[in-house]
Structure formats: structure tokens, C-alpha cells
T-cell receptor
Framework: TQLLEQSPQFLSIQEGENLTVYCNSS?????LQWYRQEPGEGPVLLVT?????EVKKLKRLTFQFGDARKDSSLHITAAQPGDTGLYLC??????????FGSGTRLLVRP | SQTIHQWPATLVQPVGSPLSLECTVE??????LYWYRQAAGRGLQLLFY??????ISSEVPQNLSASRPQDRQFILSSKKLLLSDSGFYLC???????????FGEGSWLTVV
């Protein structure tokens, strides 16, 4: 069974601080994806990383795929209250399935 | 552009009653379709996925079923709901799963 473990589960920080969220697995994935979800809405795709060691930047967000394609991290620089939400990582294997992690709930206090 | 819609947005059903949630995708053909369930504030559990009309793969044993009667229509059903079926149900589509999936608005189900 493929599992994706996210840490931390909950993070409360002050506006302007930096943070990193981790997504780890013992399985190899063909791609690792990050989503952000607001309460009562469906998750929205932020980024997809497909190559081991790949780094992608989206404004203040930096995403990295591990060299062995088993883990990923999301780093947010100078967090803002608008970054508040549930962050989900998801791994795609060689089939059609996409497996999600348990999520990291981020609260950025003004 | 592609769009995905699911309905109803909210429903309250008694234990033992049937269920039907519907999802449609526009602007693409032969999408991969998915049903997920989410417990409050947590990750998503894959329930079913479909790569073509009439092709359904089930991920967890349960009293739910899925059908794909048309290329861009995906239906989640139950003949008799259980209390444990309560949750937030999400339909999603993808052209290629490794590039990401796109979710509908979600359906809140409360079984009472």
C-alpha cells in the first residue's frame, strides 16, 4: 500500500515567517503534486514535479522533488495571511491513481 | 477551457436511503475520472477511478458504487447509506494523472 506522510500536520505562524512542509513516502512516484484547499472547496493544483531533484518556484513558494522521487518539500517565504489553508501533497504512480497525503493545515496570523 | 461540475452541493440523507452524486466534465474528451472522499480537514481517500466508459476501478470495499454511463459523466451511488458514509465527496478529472487532477466543487453528505 502506498502511503504519503505529511509533516507537520498543523502549523501556526506569524505573518512574514518562513516555513517548510514535508511529504515523505517509501514508494517511488512518477510525479509529486501539491494542492491547496480552502474550506468547503475542492483542492487546487499548485505544481507538479516529475524529475528527481527538480525545483520549481511559484512566487514565494518553492517546491522540490527528492532525488529518489520518494519525497517532496514545500517552502513558503515570508508567509502572508492569504497563504492560510490546507496543503496536500499527492503522488502519481505508474497507474492512473493519485494518492494523497494527510495534509498540513497552515494558519498565518496577521 | 475545461470545466467540471458536481451536484448536489449539500444533502442530508437518512440511514438506509439511496444516494446519487453526479459529476460532469466539459471541454475535454476521454478524461480519467475520480471520486474521492475527505474527512473533516484531512487528506483525500480515493474511492473509484475510471479510464473509460463502463470501466470502473474500486479502491476500497464499501457500500458505494460508481458508474460511467457517458464519456464525461461519473456517478457515485449507494443503495443504502450508512452513518459512516458522511463526508465531503469530490469528483476530479485528469488528462494524464502525472500532470495533475482538477476537482469539482465538492458535495457535503450528512447521513442522519
Amino acid at each position: 500500500t502506498q502511503l504519503l506522510e505529511q509533516s507537520p500536520q498543523f502549523l501556526s505562524i506569524q505573518e512574514g515567517e518562513n516555513l517548510t512542509v514535508y511529504c515523505n513516502s517509501s514508494s517511488v512516484f512518477s510525479s509529486l503534486q501539491w494542492y491547496r484547499q480552502e474550506p468547503g472547496e475542492g483542492p487546487v493544483l499548485l505544481v507538479t514535479v516529475v524529475t528527481g531533484g527538480e525545483v520549481k518556484k511559484l512566487k514565494r513558494l518553492t517546491f522540490q522533488f527528492g532525488d529518489a522521487r520518494k519525497d517532496s518539500s514545500l517552502h513558503i517565504t515570508a508567509a502572508q495571511p492569504g497563504d492560510t489553508g490546507l496543503y496536500l501533497c499527492a503522488g502519481a504512480d505508474s497507474s492512473y491513481k493519485l494518492i494523497f497525503g494527510s495534509g498540513t493545515r497552515l494558519l498565518v496570523r496577521p | 477551457s475545461q470545466t467540471i461540475h458536481q451536484w448536489p452541493a449539500t444533502l442530508v440523507q437518512p440511514v438506509g436511503s439511496p444516494l446519487s452524486l453526479e459529476c460532469t466534465v466539459e471541454g475535454t474528451s476521454n478524461p480519467n475520472l475520480y471520486w474521492y472522499r475527505q474527512a473533516a480537514g484531512r487528506g483525500l481517500q480515493l474511492l473509484f477511478y475510471s479510464v473509460g466508459i463502463g470501466q470502473i476501478s474500486s479502491e476500497v470495499p464499501q457500500n458505494l458504487s460508481a458508474s460511467r454511463p457517458q464519456d464525461r459523466q461519473f456517478i457515485l451511488s449507494s443503495k443504502k447509506l450508512l452513518l459512516s458514509d458522511s463526508g465531503f465527496y469530490l469528483c476530479a478529472w485528469s488528462a494524464a494523472v502525472r500532470r495533475g487532477v482538477y476537482f469539482g466543487e465538492g458535495s457535503w453528505l450528512t447521513v442522519v
